[in-house]
Nanobody, 123 residues
Framework: QQQLVESGGGLVQPGGSLRLSCAASGFRLNYYSIGWFRQAPGKEREGVACISSSGGSTNYADSVKGRFTISRDSAKNTVYLQMNSLEPEDTAVYYC????????????????WGQGTLVTVSS
């Protein structure tokens, strides 16, 4: 069974950092573009960061550029989202998703989704 499992969420103070992990089981992530998306209370789900299957191309939402970094470790079959300088506006459930050849960081191009991990930024 193909699954994505996110971990690493939690409560952090403004200005703090977290690293989210997205581990795949039942398939290899190497062939997939991977995206991180988030959904804040009362808001629509939005793209945060995406990385191509080769890892050679990344793109970020304007709101997280310079603060978040997406990376992948093929040996561990895992994708990461390093989040620095966190702000209360970053509070959301974060989801990772896999898409074969996804041309853009948009939900419709991603077929397989994890269950999400909650990030709360608050003092």
């Amino acid at each position: 069974q193909q699954q994505l499992v996110e971990s690493g969420g939690g409560l952090v103070q403004p200005g703090g950092s977290l690293r989210l992990s997205c581990a795949a089981s039942g398939f290899r992530l190497n062939y997939y573009s991977i995206g991180w998306f988030r959904q804040a209370p009362g808001k629509e789900r939005e793209g945060v960061a995406c990385i191509s299957s080769s890892g050679g191309s990344t793109n970020y939402a304007d709101s997280v550029k310079g603060r978040f970094t997406i990376s992948r470790d093929s040996a561990k079959n895992t994708v990461y989202l390093q989040m620095n300088s966190l702000e209360p506006e970053d509070t959301a459930v974060y989801y990772c998703a896999a898409g074969l050849g996804a041309p853009r960081c948009e939900m419709s191009f991603f077929e397989l989704w994890g269950q999400g991990t909650l990030v709360t930024v608050s003092s």
